[in-house]
């Protein structure tokens, strides 16, 4: 042995691992060959957020797919393990407006171009980190097809499937009720609230019965809410209400007559069994108000404050307005009891501010089509869970499966590829600018300013990343992937996506085999997660 090649005198682990990194990366080793006669073996790595650094769950995901990757490479396999990162829509965009809030500053100080940049900015560094961890942590990725959900070969994705999606009649705009964060000013979706368990109060408000010295006592948990209220139900099996079918009240507050509507959604062991019906801020009465033609009034507005419709409330902060009514009730009369109540309340996933149900007009997805094949698949075992009680998840969410708000009301993301024309209602669906209305061909267009939901781009990842919508040679050789390692809270969020969108659009399903490991929490037993900041860096442990 020469000196130069000497043993060092004081093992470093870091300069030994980063001399045979580079060597691996100089012979090639990890790099898919898809004119290779081996048998194949592929699987997407779940593409990291770019809101901060990698974690512990990330080193142990990582960690478990190289085991499998090596493995395979060792048993004579032409390996892909194709890696990337998530532009994460909302996440990010909040970690960039947090920096902003720091200065003082909003998003709308700097513009819509302005903010972007610095957004651009910050996954370059973001990005820069996660890919040295990885490269730190020994992971085998084939560098030379790493991809970003932005990159322009997957945003042409994004619009070819919303384009056809939209031409199939599966993708509409629509007003619905929606989850609505007012600190993130956008809709989100069933998946991103968390209900937490609250101890609040259940109001007994008494609503006079018109034409009758009588009342009907409503019990509700949101009094505010009740300025927007366009009818009372009751079960129409309820015998204690039977003289009420038919009827009107009388609403308190706002001296507004409503009526009386029986349905069978009502709970007659909730409260007093007569419920006020707010078509404007709950889902069930939403459904009640169009099963019965009901007005519909938006007494709160997309900043959490009083609208317009709540009369001599308006401006008020919902909670603000909620001391207000209570107190105009009872000094009013109206205002029978207050009994403490436990209920689940909902919060914004990325903020924790608590969620407000409200009408919106928004971009969906008719997603019952794309999950019958999607359960149909798992069933056949083409794609089989490990362990297998996942699939009870996975099947108890597809069957009950509600069309998916993608529409979001943010900067950072993919910009939803349709225009409107300043001389005709229409809209036009395209996969380029046009430079004319499709039904009047006027030429004063503007694109929507909404953003597709970050999961609507994941959803496509196995394929996207691989050229789709061009037939490329990487496509017909290793997709559909073999194994998907991926942890039990994104079952839904992600992979049931992916199988919907790899069934419709590549005829087949985008993985065999779906490995769930658990999560890494922290000491309260919470997810580690880089936006609730608390999360270890894992190359501080080894």
Known sequence: MSKSESIAKVY??????????????EQDFFRADTDSEKPRYSMVLPP???????????????TLQDIIIRWKRMKGFDVLWLPGTDHAGIATQNVVERQLAEQGKRRTDLGREKFEEMVWEWKDKAEKNILNQARRLGCSWDWSRKRFTLDEGLSRAVREVFVRLYQDDLIYRGEYLVNWCPRCSTAISDLEVEYKPSEGKLWHIRYPIQGSDGFVVVATTRPETMLGDTAVAVHPEDER??????????????NREIPVITDDFVDREFGTGAVKVTPGHDLNDFEAGRRHQLLLLKVIG???RMTEAAGSYKGMDRYEARKKVVSDLQEQGFLVKIEDHSYNIGLCQRCETVVEPLVSEQWFVKVKPLAEAAVQAVEKKQTVFVPEHYERIYFEWMRNIHDWCISRQLWWGHRIPAWYCDDCPEVTVAL??????????????????????????????PFSTMGWPDQTKDLQVYYPTDTLVTGFDIIFFWVARMMMMGLRFMKAVPFHTVHINGLVRDEQGQKMSKSRGNVIDPLQII
């Open 241 to 254: 209400y039977r003289h009420l079918h038919g009827g009107k009240v009388l609403l308190p507050l706002m």
């Open 48 to 62: 990291p957020n770019v809101t901060g650094n990698l974690h512990m769950g990330h080193a142990l995901n990582h």
């Open 302 to 304: 997309e900043d959490g």
């Open 432 to 461: 380029t600018e046009p430079s004319n209305c499709s039904h009047c061909q006027g030429s004063s267009l503007k694109q929507d300013s909404d953003v597709l939901d970050t999961w609507f781009s994941s959803a496509l990842w």
């Open 12 to 25: 470093e682990p870091a300069e030994v691992e980063e001399k045979w990194y580079r060597w691996w990366m």
